[in-house]
T-cell receptor
Framework: DTEVTQTPKHLVMGMTNKKSLKCEQH?????MYWYKQKAKKPPELMFV???????INESVPSRFSPECPNSSLLNLHLHALQPEDSALYLC??????????????FGQGTRLTVV | LAKTTQPISMDSYEGQEVNITCSHN???????ITWYQQFPSQGPRFIIQ???TKVTNEVASLFIPADRKSSTLSLPRVSLSDTAVYYC???????????FGSGTRLLVRP
């Protein structure tokens, strides 16, 4: 199983809502990532978890809150988002946190629309 | 952090060979060069990775000269389904971030 599964595939939420994005992998990878991607732009790194601990936060606003309950799961909790937060949110995993020298596997993403 | 530079876009026709070059002038000694492919509304997909000289797999070839300051992704006999954005990643900082550059938008025409 070389899949990274993200749910939901699409999400529409209001600015006062609280929602969560989920990501799951069963490849035994110990590094997991959240990316945000706007249209026609490259993926932009948000968070990196290494061995279930947050190792990188790319100065992401606190309305985005990551969580890694176990080595297979990664969540992104959303609260009080703005319309400009609408984007494709991608989860990825790799064998360890030496991300550039190994293959990273990406999920299909969650298309988020904030209204 | 090694910055990569690629052409913004390229056009090709079905059946042609496409070569996309990436420059990574300050790549570190122990860093690899990795290429990813991304289709619209999908996550990037690993294509190929190399350290030096030439690497080939069932999808592509990667050519890296001795100075490793650039690399060329070669896609043989492209088809319409190869229309995608191709990202070159080279190097990392001490935090081991996987950072994407601007990418090359390849359009394959019939």
């Amino acid at each position: 199983d070389t899949e990274v599964t993200q749910t939901p595939k699409h999400l529409v939420m209001g600015m006062t809502n609280k929602k969560s994005l989920k990501c799951e992998q069963h490849m035994g990878h110990r590094a997991m990532y959240w990316y945000k991607q706007k249209a026609k732009k490259p993926p932009e790194l948000m968070f990196v978890y290494s061995y279930e601990k947050l190792s990188i936060n790319e100065s992401v606003p606190s309305r985005f809150s990551p969580e890694c309950p176990n080595s297979s799961l990664l969540n992104l909790h959303l609260h009080a988002l703005q319309p400009e937060d609408s984007a494709l949110y991608l989860c990825a995993s790799s064998q360890d946190n030496v991300a550039v020298n190994t293959e990273a596997f990406f999920g299909q993403g969650t298309r988020l629309t904030v209204v | 952090l090694a910055k990569t530079t690629q052409p913004i876009s390229m056009d090709s026709y079905e059946g042609q060979e496409v070569n996309i070059t990436c420059s990574h002038n300050n790549i570190a000694t122990n860093d690899y060069i990795t290429w990813y492919q991304q289709f619209p509304s999908q996550g990037p997909r690993f294509i190929i990775q190399g350290y030096k000289t030439k690497v080939t797999n069932e999808v592509a070839s990667l050519f890296i000269p001795a100075d490793r300051k650039s690399s060329t992704l070669s896609l043989p006999r492209v088809s319409l389904s190869d229309t995608a954005v191709y990202y070159c990643l080279g190097g990392m900082d001490s935090s081991y971030k996987l950072i994407f550059g601007s990418g090359t938008r390849l359009l394959v025409r019939p």
